[in-house]
Nanobody, 124 residues
């Protein structure tokens, strides 16, 4: 049984930093693609960043240069380091896993496992 548990979301001021964590069980981060998505009520969910089992990363243009995705395979934990946070980064952030073997991350529909989310609120 796959379980993804996000943590680290909180309220922060514009320009601040946060690190989100996703503790995974039932799926091996060393071979799986892992991603962070975010969603604001009334808007479509968007991919923020993804890292494949081969360590190939993909980062959304909206966060490029500010967010970094990483993973610690031994701890089976995924991270999202967020710097220079903006008001528009406010969202529920979700961790997702795709346990298929891929060189690069697939599309959103390939991610079959999802966490419950952690809220990030950026205020001025």
């Amino acid at each position: 049984q796959v379980q993804l548990v996000e943590s680290g979301g909180e309220s922060v001021q514009v320009g601040g930093s946060l690190t989100l964590s996703c503790a995974a069980s039932g799926v091996a981060l060393s071979t799986s693609s892992m991603a962070w998505f975010r969603q604001v009520p009334g808007k479509e969910r968007e991919e923020v960043a993804c890292i494949s089992g081969s360590m190939v990363t993909r980062v959304a243009d909206s966060v490029k240069g500010r967010f970094t995705i990483s993973k610690h395979s031994a701890k089976n934990t995924l991270y999202l380091l967020m710097h220079s946070l903006k008001l528009e980064d406010t969202a529920m952030y979700y961790c997702a896993a795709d346990d298929s073997i891929r060189y690069r991350c697939g599309s959103e529909s390939d991610f079959g496992y999802w966490g419950q989310g952690t809220q990030v609120t950026v205020s001025s």
